[in-house]
């Protein structure tokens, strides 16, 4: 497998703020990342695919300018929700895909409640 | 359109044997992931299966079959820790994890 770490894993903020999570591949060297978002006793929702050295893809009904992907090496991803309201708050995850039947690896997730 | 169902909940005693099933609709198919993921936590990979079959990895065994679209997750020998959503995905033609919304297991002594 994968070992995949987030920062930080919890975040409250005031209406309006901006914030960065971090996603880092610790041993694996991902050219892709996935940000999965998930609201309280919902699916994991796929926002967007990261790819090293590009930019992102994002899923229909996800803003691009609200949600800023960078993914500037092969082990690290930022998502940075830009003005975050409290219908941003929710549990945020990364995920790398590896081998040849590329699975998906998660990070522990980063809960943000924006206030 | 591409779609993944399965059950909402299911309880089990601990101790008991249960079968969580998953049927799936993709443009074509790479197949089909089950993750664990515990109550405020990230999945966990379990299980892949891609060719017809059933894969055994301890307690817990993975089933498919393609030319119904279907597979299913068994647990057997159920303990407390096993009280989880469990995650039916597949795999399409791109590569993309067609997620199911879980099947959130409870397990009573």
Same mark, same amino acid.
């Given at each position: 497998?994968a070992?995949?770490?987030?920062h930080p894993?919890?975040?409250i903020?005031?209406?309006?703020?901006?914030?960065?999570i971090e996603c880092? #591949? !610790?041993?694996?060297q /991902? %050219?892709?990342?996935?940000?999965?978002?998930?609201?309280?006793? $919902? #699916? !994991?929702?796929l926002? /967007? %695919?990261?790819?090293e050295?590009?930019?992102?893809?994002?899923e $229909?009904?996800?803003?691009?300018?609200?949600f800023?992907?960078n993914h500037?090496?092969?082990?690290?991803?930022?998502?940075?929700v830009?003005?975050?309201?409290?219908?941003d708050?929710s549990?945020?995850?990364?995920?790398?895909?590896?081998?040849?039947i590329?699975?998906?690896?998660?990070?522990?997730?980063?809960?943000?409640?924006?206030? | 359109?591409?779609?993944i169902?399965q059950?909402t909940e299911?309880?089990?005693t601990?101790?008991?044997?249960?079968q969580?099933?998953?049927t799936?609709?993709?443009s074509?198919?790479?197949g089909?992931?089950w993750y664990?993921?515990?109550?405020?936590?990230?999945?966990?990979?379990?299980?892949?299966?891609v060719?017809?079959?059933l894969?055994?990895?301890?307690?817990?065994?993975?089933?498919?079959?393609r030319?119904?679209?279907?597979?299913?997750?068994l647990?057997k020998e159920?303990?407390?820790?096993d009280?989880?959503?469990?995650?039916c995905?597949?795999?399409?033609?791109?590569?993309?994890l067609i997620?199911?919304?879980?099947?959130?297991?409870?397990?009573?002594?």
């Amino acid at each position: 497998g994968a070992v995949v770490s987030q920062h930080p894993s919890w975040v409250i903020c005031k209406s309006g703020t901006s914030v960065k999570i971090e996603c880092r #591949s !610790l041993d694996f060297q /991902a %050219t892709t990342m996935f940000w999965y978002r998930q609201f309280p006793k $919902q #699916s !994991l929702m796929l926002m /967007a %695919t990261s790819n090293e050295g590009s930019k992102a893809t994002y899923e $229909q009904g996800v803003e691009k300018d609200k949600f800023l992907i960078n993914h500037a090496s092969l082990t690290l991803s930022t998502l940075t929700v830009t003005s975050a309201h409290p219908e941003d708050s929710s549990f945020y995850i990364c995920s790398v895909r590896v081998g040849q039947i590329e699975t998906q690896y998660f990070g522990p997730g980063t809960r943000l409640l924006v206030l | 359109g591409q779609n993944i169902d399965q059950p909402t909940e299911m309880t089990a005693t601990e101790g008991a044997i249960v079968q969580i099933n998953c049927t799936y609709q993709t443009s074509g198919f790479n197949g089909l992931f089950w993750y664990q993921q515990h109550a405020g936590e990230a999945p966990t990979f379990l299980s892949y299966n891609v060719l017809d079959g059933l894969e055994e990895k301890g307690r817990f065994s993975s089933f498919l079959s393609r030319s119904k679209g279907y597979s299913y997750l068994l647990l057997k020998e159920l303990q407390m820790k096993d009280s989880a959503s469990y995650l039916c995905a597949a795999s399409d033609s791109n590569y993309q994890l067609i997620w199911g919304a879980g099947t959130k297991l409870i397990i009573k002594p």
